[in-house]
């Protein structure tokens, strides 16, 4: 499969990152002068930005000034024979320099078009900047993170964009497998500000049913408790779930209070969070008194659910995520082996791969025009002109 990314920043590079890490040829196209701003995004070693070699990887990065005449024609002798393509330009930007869907189409009726943007193609937001954070507050995640006398609460990392690069790369194979039926390509409309909102739950059914909004709850639910984290005796923390009844009687039986048990409320989850301020006492007393280790320990022996609150260093050195090859080591050309998450799941016949991490600025210009039958003078030519 032939991708050619358009795309900067998070949601459409890293949803070529998924299709690349399956076998995908991605080819990312960046600006001559202005490269993805991923680069630079976070910490660097030696300057060079450690964000982009996770983002990048498995891709061929060549440079294209799209808002050049002379980059159409390349853009469209790229497109000919790839299956899909990914940009997240503001609405209408394609469509101005002449390589909009329809012109694309017209050389490629088979392409399937992806189109990311904050808030989608239409409606009265459309051509507004977007980006993951917009999104984090409009979907309704903000509203209800965060502790109950507190400020809404937007997350440290690009969660927004990340749930919508799954849903582009699922979005491109439906539109991949539709293809196989009908022979012709579609255009995918993807707003960032909507696949966050599907994570949320029946939160829009709740109120449309009830007129219930759900609040800022902290670590706590309103569907059970005990739900919280806990800070151990060594000031490490974990996470404690009982979604299941028969979990939390196991762990009011661990921590010493099995007479909650035969309370009437504790029977449903939803009478056992109207009580959570007692359970949380309870658990966070016995959890208080004892190190990590033997907390994780006695609720294992218990089978009971719990889970150490890790940090990086703690996941490096877990023995699940050892047998499951969560974390690998890619070769890099400019820092050597860097270790990054493996691909996100594992597939018994198919199984993905990581094989570089992200290459140089423009690194592949000249072998991807190349291969586009451009000779040496033509690709000079589009240079000395900041074309590429």
Not at 157 to 169: C, I, M, Q
Not at 266 to 295: C, I, K
Request: aromatic share 6%.
């Amino acid at each position: 499969m032939k991708v050619v990314e358009l795309a900067t920043l998070f949601a459409g590079p890293l949803a070529t990152a998924f299709l690349g890490d399956f076998g995908a040829d991605v080819t990312k196209i960046e600006h001559p002068r202005k490269p993805d701003p991923s680069r630079g995004h976070g910490p660097a070693r030696d300057g060079v930005g450690l964000w982009w070699k996770v983002l990048g990887r498995n891709k061929r990065c060549a440079t294209l000034d799209l808002s050049s005449p002379a980059a159409g024609d390349v853009l469209r002798r790229l497109v000919a024979d790839a299956d899909v393509l990914v940009e997240n330009f503001r609405p209408g930007t394609l469509e101005r320099w002449g390589i909009g869907p329809a012109e694309l189409h017209a050389v490629n009726p088979r392409l399937v078009i992806a189109r990311i943007s904050g808030f989608g193609q239409v409606g009265p937001y459309a051509r507004r900047p977007g980006f993951g954070t917009l999104a984090e507050a409009m979907s309704g995640f903000a509203a209800a993170t965060g502790e109950p006398d507190g400020p809404p609460t937007l997350p440290p990392f690009g969660l927004a964009d990340s749930v919508t690069a799954l849903a582009t790369a699922y979005a491109v194979m439906l539109a991949l497998r539709a293809r196989d039926v009908s022979g012709v390509g579609q255009v995918v409309d993807l707003a960032i500000i909507e696949p966050i909102m599907a994570m949320l739950g029946p939160q829009i059914t709740w109120y449309d049913q009830l007129g219930y909004v759900q609040p800022r709850l902290g670590n706590r639910s309103n569907n059970n408790a005990p739900r919280n984290t806990y800070r151990c005796a060594d000031g490490r923390w974990v996470a404690i779930s009982t979604s299941a009844q028969s979990i939390a009687e196991r762990v009011m039986r661990l921590v010493g209070r099995p007479e909650l048990i035969d309370e009437p409320w504790f029977a449903t989850g939803s009478g056992r969070a109207a009580h959570a301020d007692e359970l949380d006492a309870a658990v966070g007393a016995w959890v208080a008194a004892r190190g990590r280790d033997e907390v994780v320990a006695a609720f294992e022996e218990a089978q009971a659910a719990v889970a150490p609150v890790y940090e990086v260093p703690d996941i490096l050195a877990d023995p699940q995520y050892t047998a499951l090859g969560t974390v690998v080591t890619v070769p890099d050309e400019e820092l050597g082996p860097v270790r990054m998450q493996n691909v996100p799941f594992r597939m018994s016949a198919t199984p993905g791969r990581i094989e570089h991490a992200g290459r140089r600025h423009g690194q592949d210009t000249e072998a991807v025009l190349t291969e586009l039958g451009l000779t040496a003078d033509e690709i000079d030519r589009l240079r000395a002109e900041g074309t590429i």
